[in-house]
């Protein structure tokens, strides 16, 4: 981790970073866009603290998300990386959270609320265990190897999609969710242990159900199994 400030201020100028400020502690606040994607990067070399615009650092080859900002006012991205979990990551996120594309095996650190969507698909993940716990917008985890939703949010205020993993039970999936629930493509036997309402519609085709389905979920638009 690069400390001294003449060296932090080489690598921001590097970088292309603007209106920022290297503070008394050695860390960096900017008041904008930092967008450090595709530059082969192993590692973030400074610390951040915020950055009040979004924060990119996709399309890398990070291992940690060490030197990230703790606040980031936008939106934050380390997909595309060779993260197996996200420690170091923001903890107060005010627009979407993306980390697709990594090999996460955790979702430990991430922040505990985000004020957009979390993105958290074709990873490597068996549970959500870590994952925040309220997202003001969609809950993506798709296309992982999910065999439990334990550990979801609580509540969802847009779409929650956990279709393509390897899912036998809902037990664990968030009590609310604001859009459409989907949990096509997995080896469910029952919706035991469904959200207890849904606002949108209510997705389950291609699973292993065998009886007649019961549910007791409030939904607002169509049941499609």
Known sequence: ????????????????????????????????????????????????????????????????????????GGDFDCSWNNLKSLNGSPQEVGGDFECYDNGLESLNGSPQEIGGSFYCSYNSLQSLEGSPQEVSGDFECYDNGLKSLEGSPREVKGSFYCWNNSLESLNGSPQEVGGDFDCSWNNLKSLNGSPQEVGGNFYCQRNNFKTILKYDTAINGQIKC
Request: hydrophobic share 30%; glycine share 6%; net charge negative.
């Open 1 to 72: 981790m690069v400390t001294n400030h003449k060296d932090i201020k080489a690598w921001l100028d590097t970088m292309h970073i603007e209106n920022y400020t290297i503070n008394d502690t050695g860390t960096v606040t900017v008041n904008g866009d930092v967008d450090i994607s595709c530059k082969g990067l192993t590692e973030i070399p400074v610390q951040f603290r915020i950055s009040y615009g979004n924060f990119n650092c996709s399309h890398n080859s990070l291992e940690s998300l060490k030197g990230s900002p703790r606040e980031v």
